[in-house]
Structures are given as structure tokens and as C-alpha cells.
């Protein structure tokens, strides 16, 4: 007589071998040096770079009477705002509204220093476009449609390229939703809601129509950065 099935326990940590090798469990592991945590959160990446950014600035700020206004500007870009930019379309939407507020901060803190500010100066947009910067969710949007601008002129890998469907190119019985040079966004549940491809043609159809006839990736970077400052 076979007994009830019995419920499998949860373990702080499991004892796996393989050819005599031990192989351990862990909540995050480092790809390309960046932390990646085991739900794929992103919330220690965010917490990883907002550290980062931190320390490199306060070291800026130490050597700042050696440092011009073009200078701290190279310094910035090159060593926080370049963590900033990395891989961010894939790992920022995932993040909650409280490290959002605070990677905005932390680039609040760079303009501060920068252009010079005290430390308790309101950054405004004025501040933003002297600099030529966006702030941090529209830079992800901005990085995000450039891909989405490659992958409509067949400038990306095909591999990439094969979920993104032309609208014009699916029968819709209403045409009112058909709209020339959109995509045709994939139906998915509450969890695919920040989903590469969901996240991408939403925000690729949400543009002006005119973006969809921009095929010179150059052009289409300038008139886009133009196009979120003007919906700042």
C-alpha cells in the first residue's frame, strides 16, 4: 500500500555533484561582471551599480579643484554613465519604483557636479538639455527604440529581428489598428508584461509615424533624443 505524497522541503542549500565535483547553490552569480540574481530582478544589479556610481563619485569630488567643466564631463560619461547604458533595455524595466528613484538621483548628483551646483540644487530640465543628457528612463527608451530602429532596417541579427511582426504585413480585421511602420504586439500575461519583445513594439508604436520612415540610424538617434525632450 503506497502512503500519501509527501511534500518536498525547501533546503537552505543543496548537496549536487557531478563527476566528483561539488557544485553550490547561490542567489546570484557575476555574467560579464554583473550580479544576476536567481528570480532575474535585476534588483542587485541596480544595487551593484548604484554602489558603483557612489564611489566613483566621491572620488571625482575629491580631485574636483583639478577638474574642469568639460573634463568632469568626459569623467562622468566615462566611468558611471557608461554602467548606466550597459545592457539597460533588458534590466531596467524589471526594477521597482524605489531603486528607479533612486538611479535618478544618482544622476541628479552628477549633473550637480558637473555644472557645479550645491548639493541641494533643483535639476531641471534646462539642466539636462545644457548637458545634452536625458534622464534615466527616457536614455533606456532611447537605447531601446535605436535597437528596435536597427532591427526594422535589418541591421540586427536575424535571430533578433524574427519576433518583430510589421503590422502591414498581418491581415486585422479592424484597420483602424493597422498602422504602417508599427509592430504587432504579442498577447501575454501579467508576467510578459516587461518582456523584450512586448516592452519594445509597445514602445515602438507608440511613437510618431514619422519615425517609422527614418532608415540612417544616425538621423534617427538625433530626432528621437530631440523628440523626448520635447515630452520631458
Not at 500500500?1 to 547553490?25: D, F, H, R, V
Not at 533606456?140 to 541579427?157: E, I, P, R
Not at 509592430?183 to 507608440?206: A, D, E, Q, T
Amino acid at each position: 500500500m503506497y502512503g500519501s505524497p509527501q511534500k518536498i522541503k525547501c533546503y537552505p542549500s543543496l548537496e549536487i555533484t557531478c563527476n566528483n565535483l561539488a557544485i553550490k547553490s547561490t542567489t546570484s552569480v557575476l555574467l560579464f561582471r554583473c550580479p544576476l540574481d536567481q528570480t532575474l530582478s535585476f534588483n542587485e544589479m541596480a544595487q551593484w551599480l548604484l554602489k558603483k556610481a557612489n564611489a566613483r563619485l566621491e572620488f571625482l569630488y575629491r580631485n574636483k579643484q583639478y577638474l574642469n567643466q568639460h573634463t568632469k564631463t568626459l569623467l562622468v560619461m566615462s566611468l558611471i554613465q557608461c554602467h548606466y547604458n550597459y545592457a539597460c533595455c533588458i534590466w531596467y524595466n524589471g526594477l521597482n519604483k524605489v531603486l528607479n528613484t533612486k538611479l535618478q538621483a544618482i544622476q541628479n548628483k552628477l549633473i550637480s557636479f558637473v555644472l557645479d551646483l550645491e548639493s541641494r540644487a533643483h535639476i531641471s530640465k534646462e539642466h539636462f538639455e545644457l548637458l545634452k543628457w536625458l534622464p534615466v528612463n527616457s536614455r533606456v527608451d532611447h537605447l531601446t527604440l535605436c535597437h528596435v530602429s536597427k532591427m526594422k532596417n535589418g541591421l540586427s541579427a536575424q535571430y533578433m529581428r524574427e519576433h518583430f511582426i510589421p503590422q502591414d504585413g498581418v491581415h486585422i480585421y479592424n484597420t483602424r489598428l493597422s498602422s504602417k511602420g508599427a509592430f504587432v504586439i504579442p498577447k501575454v500575461n501579467s508576467h510578459g508584461l516587461k518582456s523584450f519583445c512586448y516592452n519594445r513594439c509597445s514602445l515602438w508604436n507608440s511613437l510618431p509615424h514619422a519615425f517609422s520612415e527614418l532608415s540612417n540610424i544616425s538621423n534617427f538617434k538625433v530626432t528621437l533624443k530631440q523628440h523626448l525632450f520635447s515630452s520631458f
